[in-house]
């Protein structure tokens, strides 16, 4: 028997039967089953009962963690079987949240590859295989992976280049070229559009040459005279990242 029903939540009650036992239910199933103090319920009743408030429990979860942002179906299958022992349960609040549209993989791959090249530096390799870690289905990812606009990518590949090159202020020539390649691979960019974007610029700095010859001659004088100085400077200079045809050039 139902003694007291109380009001804990927005949509939660506290109810309480005459064995003293309490029970979190939600309203939609207090409502459904008619239920009210006094009330007496076999157990088969309460089972049933108790059965499809921990449904209801399971898919709040699922809704509320869904309304933060979209969500993979492993993301969300993962999330619920965290929180919740009962696998069967689980399924059964995954399909219905499918069939309902809140878990929709193709939606989830969109938001993510739009989220990820116009918020991030990552390019498509690394979008892909963040997705694929995600188990979207490979027809998916590698149609919208296709889809992705070629200007965006050339767009995201310069603005990199552009900071690398603030960045690595102390490297020059084919070592600086090098650094920001391997560094946009490791972002996920293709190898091929990288170099079209980097053959567009000039590493070899011949102001910038000038300067470290000087610099170089001044620190290497002190110990090294004739052939000896000559050769060391050429290898300073090339570990610096010049070219060896410029290095040549300017020792003429």
């Not at 939609?28 to 103090?37: A, F, G, V």
């Not at 898919?59 to 309304?67: A, D, L, T």
């Not at 004088?221 to 010049?242: A, H, M, V």
Request: charged letters at 35%; hydrophobic letters at 35%; glycine letters at 4%.
């Amino acid at each position: 028997e139902i003694t007291k029903i109380k009001k804990v939540g927005k949509d939660t009650y506290n109810v309480t039967f005459d064995n003293k036992r309490e029970y979190l239910l939600y309203e939609d199933i207090i409502i459904k089953n008619l239920l009210t103090e006094n009330k007496i319920i076999d157990e088969n009743s309460f089972n049933k009962i108790k059965a499809e408030n921990d449904e209801i429990k399971v898919y709040n979860q699922g809704i509320k963690y869904i309304g933060v942002r979209q969500r993979s179906e492993k993301e969300i299958y993962n999330y619920l079987s965290n929180k919740n022992d009962n696998q069967l349960l689980v399924n059964k609040v995954i399909k219905r949240l499918k069939i309902e549209g809140y878990i929709d993989d193709l939606l989830f791959a969109t938001a993510f590859i739009n989220d990820k090249m116009y918020l991030s530096s990552q390019g498509p390799y690394r979008i892909k295989r963040e997705l694929q870690e995600h188990d979207i289905k490979e027809e998916i990812i590698a149609g919208l992976i296709n889809n992705i606009d070629k200007d965006l990518i050339k767009d995201k590949i310069t603005k990199i280049i552009n900071k690398q090159l603030k960045i690595y202020t102390k490297y020059n020539g084919m070592v600086l070229k090098k650094k920001i390649l391997f560094f946009l691979i490791n972002r996920g960019y293709d190898k091929e559009d990288i170099i079209k974007e980097l053959d567009k610029i000039n590493f070899n700095d011949n102001e910038k040459l000038k300067k470290e010859y000087q610099k170089v001659v001044v620190q290497l004088s002190k110990k090294y005279t004739g052939y000896e100085l000559k050769t060391r400077i050429k290898n300073k200079l090339f570990q610096k990242g010049f070219d060896v045809n410029e290095i040549n050039n300017i020792m003429l």
